[in-house]
């Protein structure tokens, strides 16, 4: 075609694949060329506007490395990751939420009852819960891969003070599909703002900060795994996550503990001497 006009540059597009292409790789590309053709006519994008964002792009590959990916951020805070996560979700299953960038490969193997916390400062939070099916029935044995920031709000991948595998484990779960493990309270905090990210997100005049969370990945032969996150009732940044990851289900209130209570049965019995909080979660998990 060498009539290609602002009105007829998707159909054009869609002509040129071979006809024995894959039929979603075919839906899905001309589906993504017919947006982004729509989205430059509606802003009528000027060639500075064009070239700033393929800039953005570049930079974002510049920088993004295997422990630091710009590009998922990127899908992060335009709430990309989010609506593919929701539109994947099932009725009646634990909503999934953002992977996020600081997830660590191989946590060490822990036991129900271990603790996270270590000697980091903080109130101690107990979390213990069950996963099951959509039947209501336990998942036995079901392997839930936990990580959370530092009280400091970093990751071990972004603190060089921290051990790679501090506040990370992989708990199986018991022939009841319980689980249960002590840390310390997660804290808020801002994702990286040093790339292409902050500066979009001050642009556009927006925070970079999450509501504090624990993050889960739970996996389990027959199941689709899980990516998710629990929140406190009571953060500041709930209704205002930069990613877009917060859903009712999973929100849960932290409930405090007087001192003195602490239940026998985990690592830290008998050494928590303070004031504690108790989180009790339970996962759904949908069949795969
Ligand atoms: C996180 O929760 O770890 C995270 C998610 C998206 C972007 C940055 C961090
Ligand atoms: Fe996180």
């Given at each position: 075609m060498r009539n290609v006009t602002p009105e007829n540059i998707s159909e054009v597009f869609a002509g040129y694949f071979g006809k024995d292409t894959d039929p979603r790789f075919r839906e899905v590309m001309t589906a993504f060329a017919r947006h982004l053709h729509a989205f430059v006519r509606e802003v009528e994008l000027t060639h500075d506007e064009w070239r700033a964002g393929l800039e953005a792009l570049e930079w974002a590959g510049r920088i993004t490395t295997p422990e630091r990916n710009e590009f998922v951020l990127l899908s992060d805070v335009l709430g990309l990751s989010s609506l593919?996560?929701?539109?994947?979700?099932?009725?009646g299953a634990t909503s999934s939420s953002v992977l996020g960038p600081f997830h660590v490969s191989n946590p060490p193997p822990i036991a129900i009852g271990a603790d996270l916390k270590g000697d980091f400062e903080g109130e101690v939070l107990l979390v213990q819960g069950q996963v099951r099916d959509l039947d209501g029935k336990p998942v036995p044995g079901a392997t839930l891969d936990i990580w959370q920031t530092a009280p400091n709000g970093l990751y071990s991948s972004q603190d060089p003070d921290q051990d790679i595998m501090s506040f990370h484990g992989l708990m199986t779960a018991d022939e009841s599909g319980r689980y249960a493990f002590t840390t310390v309270r997660p804290v808020s905090y801002t994702v990286p703002t040093d790339g292409p990210v902050g500066q979009i997100l001050n642009a556009a005049g927006r925070h970079p900060w999450r509501p504090s969370h624990l993050h889960f990945i739970i996996k389990a032969e027959g199941f689709r795994p899980l990516v998710t996150e629990v929140f406190p009732d009571?953060?500041?940044?709930?209704?205002?996550?930069?990613v877009f990851g917060?859903?009712?289900?999973?929100?849960?209130?932290?409930?405090?503990?007087?001192?003195?209570?602490f239940p026998d049965g985990f690592?830290?019995?008998g050494k928590v001497e303070g004031p504690w909080s108790k989180v009790d979660f339970d996962f759904t998990l949908v069949g795969a």
């Open positions: 593919v996560d929701m539109i994947n979700s099932h009725p009571d953060d500041p940044y709930l209704d205002e996550d930069t917060v859903r009712e289900d999973l929100v849960m209130h932290y409930e405090s503990r007087p001192a003195g209570t690592v830290l019995s």
